[in-house]
């Protein structure tokens, strides 16, 4: 049976929309991580046979096709291709997904995952452009009528379902702080980090945030349970990841430091929109004949407080096992490399810690999810 193998995974740090950097150019940042990826794997860079990256926003500076931009923008060879994906906010954890199926159905043998996104340069939601049609149309009226569709209203409404308290989120988040900041501290990081504009470190972790600091915040709107504390940061990062058969590997002389044991990917109402992790992570457990119980590292994204809280309580999954580090609550959320990010993470934490099983998922716009079950080696 076909194996494909994770032999190396890189990101960057993850920048603050005001901090070191805010003034990097996006293709820049993901040739940061090939470069790095190259180096630290040592693989014949003109083997690579594709770069699939995520990416959210692909507009300005993050349009035509960025994979491609940044492979010739790290001085990598001409001869390899790159296109650019999304899925929203799984988009770099889809680029995994794509380029493992592409090492398993044997059709391809070393294929680089990667994942970026500029949020200073390219806000959220700049791909909506004004004076142009709404991605909504008359079909999609019909179905879900004019109501609105956003993650923030989606949160409020998973607050509602699962009966959750403001305070319920905030020490959700005021845990995702401490975790994060405790492992900054400790250098948990440090080898999977590629330095950038003089920023080693994770940015976006505040370890003096109090609860009573978040109870001092307005909801996003009047008698919402929602505010900016326990909601994933604007943010600026760049991730990848090499995936590569048993043959690459043999060829290559390459070190195997997971397999990636199970995938799957599954939709849900898209008017609750961030529900997507828990049906998708109950069809990769089924899938794989594991238990949740048998999972040592979990990495849910943080996108609001309320996705990961509600996916535990569904799943049964322990939450002390779930973002031991922190997560984008404290860490932040650059859309398109969040699912390279989170991987990488994941991956570092097995390798620290001598765990066997990870399982990682996130919420995605529309409505969906990917999850990912990979086994250290």
């Known amino acids: 049976m076909a194996e494909a193998y994770i032999v190396g995974a890189v990101r960057t740090p993850v920048g603050t929309k005001k901090g070191a950097l805010k003034d990097v150019h996006p293709a820049d940042l993901g040739a940061h991580v090939l470069k790095e990826l190259v180096n630290r794997t040592g693989v014949d860079p003109s083997a690579v046979e594709d770069v699939i990256m995520g990416c959210v926003m692909q507009v300005g500076p993050q349009t035509l096709d960025i994979a491609r931009t940044a492979w010739l923008s790290a001085g990598l ?45 390219v806000p959220m939601g700049a791909s909506v452009v004004a004076g142009m049609d709404l991605p909504f149309g008359d079909d999609w009226i019909e179905r879900y009528g004019t109501q609105e569709i956003s993650q923030f209203r989606g949160a409020q409404l998973m607050v509602e379902k699962w009966g959750l308290t403001r305070e319920d989120l905030e020490k959700f988040a005021l845990e995702s702080h401490r975790r994060a900041a405790k492992a900054i501290e400790a250098g948990h990081f440090d080898r999977e980090i590629a330095p950038i504009a003089g920023l080693s470190k994770d940015e976006g972790a505040r370890p003096d945030t109090t609860l009573e600091k978040m109870a001092g915040l307005n909801p996003l709107r009047e008698g919402w349970a929602i505010t900016a ?17 048993e043959e690459a590997v043999k060829q290559h002389n390459l070190t195997p430091r997971a397999r990636i044991h199970t995938l799957a990917v599954t939709g849900s109402d898209p008017v609750y929109m961030l529900t997507g992790p828990i049906p998708a992570t109950e069809k990769a457990l089924a899938k794989s004949g594991l238990s949740i119980d048998d999972i040592d590292v979990f990495e849910v994204n943080e996108a609001f407080a309320p996705v990961p809280i509600a996916w535990a309580k569904d799943t049964g999954a322990s939450l002390e096992k779930t973002n031991p580090n922190g997560g984008a609550i404290a860490l932040g959320h650059p859309l398109g490399a969040t699912g390279g990010i989170l991987m990488t993470k994941m991956l570092h934490e097995l390798e620290r810690t001598g765990g066997r099983y990870g399982l990682q998922t996130m919420c995605e716009g529309g409505g969906q999810a990917n999850a990912t079950i990979i086994e250290r080696i």
């Open 229 to 245: 504390a326990v909601a994933s940061q604007i943010s600026i990062g760049s991730s990848a990841l090499l995936i590569a058969s």
């Open 77 to 121: 060879p001409e001869s390899v291709p790159g296109v650019t994906i999304d899925r929203q906010c799984g988009s770099s954890q889809q680029a995994i997904h794509f380029a493992a199926q592409g090492v398993l159905s044997g059709t391809q043998d070393l294929v680089v995952a990667a994942g970026v996104e500029q949020m200073a340069k």
